[in-house]
């Protein structure tokens, strides 16, 4: 591994850097890091070095903890009149539990790729008073409109559980002559419908055929030569 880029031994923050573990999915270095408070996380090159990740994740639960004693002391807002946690309050929670808990399923796909949560969020009346003033409806979900963005008023808004699984689908990467893209991004710019291309990665046809290939009707059946598999990254 190339010196520049070697980052074992070295501290930040909170972590000081133990060994290297391999890449992620978006080819980003994974680091394994010791914390102070003897816990462990595992965290991008990237991450590290811009300060998105600062802990195991035992500073953000400082935070945290000392912000929900006083939500619960003061204003009340995370529990209806039945005493039951509210919708936005659990939708709260789960983002600090993607971004925080490395024991949470779908920790690496948020806090493992040094997604994180403004610190004025971590103050759940904060978060609550935004939802309530940028269009919060309990039919609608928190989205972030980049996808490698953090949590914060700038990046999200309320949208409907189908846009969020369009965007999910739309976000799938294609790499073709070096540069990867959503498979989207590549139909677009190709001037091809989105489904013609899906289903051609779905039949098993290779990126350059699936790519380079005219839309003509009737040409989107798998070929036996063209059996190779698409590079992809979800």
Not at 86 to 91: A, E, P, Y
Not at 130 to 158: F, H, Q, V
Not at 203 to 217: F, H, N, R
Request: hydrophobic share 30%; aromatic share 10%.
């Amino acid at each position: 591994m190339d010196s520049r880029y070697d980052l074992r031994g070295k501290s930040f923050h909170r972590l000081t850097v133990i060994e290297y573990v391999g890449k992620y999915k978006n080819k980003q270095n994974l680091w394994r890091c010791k914390c102070t408070c003897g816990g462990e996380a595992v965290a991008s090159s990237h991450s590290l070095i811009c300060g998105n990740t600062k802990s195991c994740g035992c500073l953000q639960k400082e935070k945290a903890s000392k912000h929900l004693i006083s939500i619960t002391a003061t204003h009340g807002l995370s529990r209806d009149k039945s005493g039951n946690k509210t919708r936005l309050f659990r939708i709260w929670t789960g983002m600090k539990t993607r971004c925080y808990n490395q024991n949470d399923h779908a920790y690496m796909r948020y806090g493992g790729r040094g997604i994180t949560i403004c610190e004025e969020w971590l103050d759940f009346k904060t978060f609550h008073d935004w939802a309530m003033n940028n269009g919060y409806l309990d039919a609608l979900t928190i989205e972030r409109k980049e996808l490698s963005g953090n949590y914060e008023p700038s990046n999200c808004i309320w949208d409907t559980m189908k846009t969020q699984a369009n965007n999910r689908r739309n976000s799938h990467y294609i790499t073709y002559m070096g540069i990867t893209k959503t498979m989207k991004q590549w139909a677009d710019e190709l001037g091809m419908p989105y489904q013609n291309l899906f289903s051609r990665i779905k039949l098993g046809w290779s990126t350059d055929e699936a790519l380079s290939i005219p839309m003509i009707k009737g040409n989107n059946k798998p070929r036996n030569h063209y059996s190779k598999k698409v590079e992809v990254q979800a």
